[in-house]
Protein backbone atom coordinates (compact mmCIF):
# COMPACT_ATOMS: atom_id res chain seq x y z
CA UNK A 1 0.00 0.00 0.00
CA UNK A 2 1.76 3.47 -1.43
CA UNK A 3 2.40 5.94 1.70
CA UNK A 4 -0.74 8.52 1.90
CA UNK A 5 0.53 11.48 4.11
CA UNK A 6 -2.57 11.69 5.55
CA UNK A 7 -3.00 8.89 6.51
CA UNK A 8 -1.60 9.11 10.31
CA UNK A 9 -4.36 12.45 10.65
CA UNK A 10 -6.45 11.57 13.53
CA UNK A 11 -9.96 12.27 12.44
CA UNK A 12 -10.67 15.12 14.60
CA UNK A 13 -7.54 17.49 12.74
CA UNK A 14 -8.79 16.10 9.44
CA UNK A 15 -10.55 19.54 8.93
CA UNK A 16 -7.40 21.74 10.23
CA UNK A 17 -6.08 23.66 7.04
CA UNK A 18 -2.45 23.87 8.98
CA UNK A 19 -1.98 20.30 10.29
CA UNK A 20 -3.16 19.05 6.61
CA UNK A 21 -0.63 21.24 4.74
CA UNK A 22 1.87 20.16 6.92
CA UNK A 23 1.72 16.71 6.34
CA UNK A 24 1.34 17.24 2.82
CA UNK A 25 4.48 19.53 2.62
CA UNK A 26 6.38 16.72 4.76
CA UNK A 27 5.59 13.69 2.50
CA UNK A 28 7.28 16.17 -0.39
CA UNK A 29 10.35 16.94 1.51
CA UNK A 30 11.28 13.90 3.03
CA UNK A 31 11.13 10.76 0.24
CA UNK A 32 11.93 7.90 2.49
CA UNK A 33 11.65 5.27 -0.99
CA UNK A 34 15.19 6.67 -2.13
CA UNK A 35 16.46 6.35 2.06
CA UNK A 36 15.63 2.96 1.69
CA UNK A 37 16.95 2.11 -0.98
CA UNK A 38 20.43 3.45 0.03
CA UNK A 39 20.15 2.26 3.34
CA UNK A 40 19.35 -1.37 1.64
CA UNK A 41 22.49 -0.98 -0.98
CA UNK A 42 25.02 0.35 1.55
CA UNK A 43 24.04 -1.56 4.53
CA UNK A 44 21.75 -4.69 4.33
CA UNK A 45 22.86 -6.05 1.41
CA UNK A 46 26.18 -7.58 2.48
CA UNK A 47 27.05 -7.23 -1.41
CA UNK A 48 26.74 -3.97 -2.15
CA UNK A 49 27.53 -2.58 1.54
CA UNK A 50 30.57 -0.21 2.13
CA UNK A 51 32.23 0.98 5.10
CA UNK A 52 29.92 1.09 7.87
CA UNK A 53 27.70 -0.97 6.21
CA UNK A 54 30.45 -3.67 6.44
CA UNK A 55 31.39 -2.71 9.85
CA UNK A 56 28.13 -3.94 11.14
CA UNK A 57 28.46 -7.19 9.14
CA UNK A 58 31.46 -7.79 10.83
CA UNK A 59 30.00 -7.30 14.22
CA UNK A 60 27.35 -9.72 13.37
CA UNK A 61 29.56 -12.69 12.25
CA UNK A 62 32.06 -11.38 14.89
CA UNK A 63 34.52 -10.62 13.09
CA UNK A 64 36.77 -7.39 12.63
CA UNK A 65 38.21 -4.87 9.92
CA UNK A 66 41.44 -3.95 11.66
CA UNK A 67 44.02 -6.97 11.97
CA UNK A 68 47.88 -6.80 13.92
CA UNK A 69 50.44 -7.23 11.25
CA UNK A 70 53.75 -8.44 12.75
CA UNK A 71 56.70 -6.64 11.23
CA UNK A 72 58.18 -8.41 8.41
CA UNK A 73 62.13 -7.59 9.79
CA UNK A 74 64.04 -10.13 12.02
CA UNK A 75 65.98 -8.56 14.39
CA UNK A 76 69.21 -9.79 16.32
CA UNK A 77 69.06 -10.39 20.18
CA UNK A 78 70.51 -12.08 23.16
CA UNK A 79 67.56 -13.78 24.41
CA UNK A 80 64.93 -14.52 21.75
CA UNK A 81 60.71 -14.44 22.37
CA UNK A 82 60.09 -16.78 19.53
CA UNK A 83 63.08 -19.13 18.51
CA UNK A 84 61.92 -18.67 14.56
CA UNK A 85 63.02 -15.28 14.91
CA UNK A 86 66.60 -15.28 15.90
CA UNK A 87 69.21 -14.97 13.57
CA UNK A 88 72.69 -15.14 14.30
CA UNK A 89 75.53 -12.83 15.23
CA UNK A 90 76.07 -10.63 12.57
CA UNK A 91 72.96 -11.63 10.01
CA UNK A 92 70.46 -9.78 11.08
CA UNK A 93 69.65 -5.97 13.13
CA UNK A 94 69.45 -5.21 16.34
CA UNK A 95 66.04 -4.36 17.69
CA UNK A 96 65.31 -0.58 17.94
CA UNK A 97 62.65 -0.69 20.12
CA UNK A 98 60.50 0.47 17.62
CA UNK A 99 56.64 -1.17 17.42
CA UNK A 100 57.29 -4.73 16.13
CA UNK A 101 53.71 -5.01 14.90
CA UNK A 102 51.03 -2.56 12.65
CA UNK A 103 47.79 -2.14 12.85
CA UNK A 104 45.97 -2.68 9.21
CA UNK A 105 42.35 -1.95 8.30
CA UNK A 106 41.07 -4.18 5.61
CA UNK A 107 39.54 -2.44 2.07
CA UNK A 108 36.61 -3.08 1.70
CA UNK A 109 36.66 -5.43 -1.03
CA UNK A 110 38.97 -7.59 1.64
CA UNK A 111 36.58 -7.01 4.17
CA UNK A 112 33.70 -8.12 2.44
CA UNK A 113 35.80 -11.96 1.57
CA UNK A 114 36.69 -12.22 5.19
CA UNK A 115 33.08 -11.86 6.16
CA UNK A 116 31.87 -14.40 3.70
CA UNK A 117 34.70 -16.68 5.33
CA UNK A 118 33.37 -16.22 8.39
CA UNK A 119 29.85 -16.51 8.13
CA UNK A 120 30.68 -19.56 6.35
CA UNK A 121 33.11 -20.78 9.10
CA UNK A 122 30.48 -19.95 11.45
CA UNK A 123 27.80 -22.56 10.03
CA UNK A 124 30.52 -24.52 9.00
CA UNK A 125 30.71 -28.35 9.87
CA UNK A 126 34.20 -28.65 10.76
CA UNK A 127 34.72 -31.26 7.60
CA UNK A 128 38.00 -31.06 5.51
CA UNK A 129 35.32 -30.46 2.69
CA UNK A 130 33.93 -27.35 4.59
CA UNK A 131 37.26 -26.51 5.63
CA UNK A 132 38.49 -26.61 1.86
CA UNK A 133 35.55 -24.02 -0.04
CA UNK A 134 36.61 -21.77 2.68
CA UNK A 135 39.81 -21.38 1.52
CA UNK A 136 39.03 -21.67 -2.42
CA UNK A 137 36.55 -18.71 -1.26
CA UNK A 138 39.31 -16.68 0.37
CA UNK A 139 42.13 -17.61 -2.25
CA UNK A 140 40.58 -17.83 -5.37
CA UNK A 141 42.87 -17.93 -8.61
CA UNK A 142 46.01 -18.30 -6.37
CA UNK A 143 47.03 -21.58 -6.49
CA UNK A 144 46.77 -24.86 -4.32
CA UNK A 145 45.44 -24.39 -0.75
CA UNK A 146 44.00 -27.86 1.08
CA UNK A 147 43.15 -29.10 4.60
CA UNK A 148 44.82 -32.08 5.31
CA UNK A 149 43.91 -34.59 8.44
CA UNK A 150 46.86 -35.89 10.48
CA UNK A 151 45.08 -38.38 11.87
CA UNK A 152 46.13 -37.65 15.71
CA UNK A 153 44.03 -34.43 16.44
CA UNK A 154 45.85 -32.20 14.17
CA UNK A 155 45.01 -30.74 11.16
CA UNK A 156 47.34 -28.77 8.37
CA UNK A 157 46.25 -26.02 6.40
CA UNK A 158 48.58 -26.01 3.20
CA UNK A 159 49.37 -23.05 0.92
CA UNK A 160 51.26 -23.81 -2.24
CA UNK A 161 51.80 -20.18 -3.01
CA UNK A 162 53.32 -17.49 -0.63
CA UNK A 163 51.27 -15.48 1.72
CA UNK A 164 51.29 -12.03 2.93
CA UNK A 165 51.83 -10.68 6.27
CA UNK A 166 48.30 -9.46 6.60
CA UNK A 167 46.97 -12.65 4.57
CA UNK A 168 48.01 -14.72 7.73
CA UNK A 169 47.67 -11.95 10.64
CA UNK A 170 43.69 -12.57 8.52
CA UNK A 171 44.27 -16.33 8.96
CA UNK A 172 45.54 -16.27 12.34
CA UNK A 173 43.91 -13.66 14.11
CA UNK A 174 40.06 -14.02 12.51
CA UNK A 175 39.24 -17.33 13.46
CA UNK A 176 38.01 -17.60 10.03
CA UNK A 177 39.53 -21.38 9.74
CA UNK A 178 37.02 -23.64 9.93
CA UNK A 179 38.82 -26.08 13.58
CA UNK A 180 36.41 -28.75 15.00
CA UNK A 181 37.03 -28.78 18.82
CA UNK A 182 39.98 -30.38 20.46
CA UNK A 183 41.65 -30.13 16.53
CA UNK A 184 44.92 -28.70 16.66
CA UNK A 185 45.22 -26.59 13.57
CA UNK A 186 48.84 -25.31 11.93
CA UNK A 187 49.74 -23.59 8.71
CA UNK A 188 52.30 -24.56 6.43
CA UNK A 189 53.21 -22.44 3.43
CA UNK A 190 55.05 -24.41 0.73
Same mark, same amino acid.
Given at each position: ?18 ? !? ?54 ? +? ?29 ? &?????? !? ?14 ? &? ?7 ? +? ?14 ? !?? !? ?34
Amino acid at each position: MPYAPLNPLVSQYAASPTI !TRLLEDFSTWIVPDADIDAWYDLVWNVETAQGYGLDVWGRIVDVGRVVVVASGEIT +LGFVEANPSSSVPFGSGVFYNGGSTTSNYAL &PDADYR !TLIYAKALSNICDGSI &PAANRILRL +LFPDRGDCYVTDGLNM !TM !TYTFEFPLSQVELAILGQSNVLATPSGVVATINVI
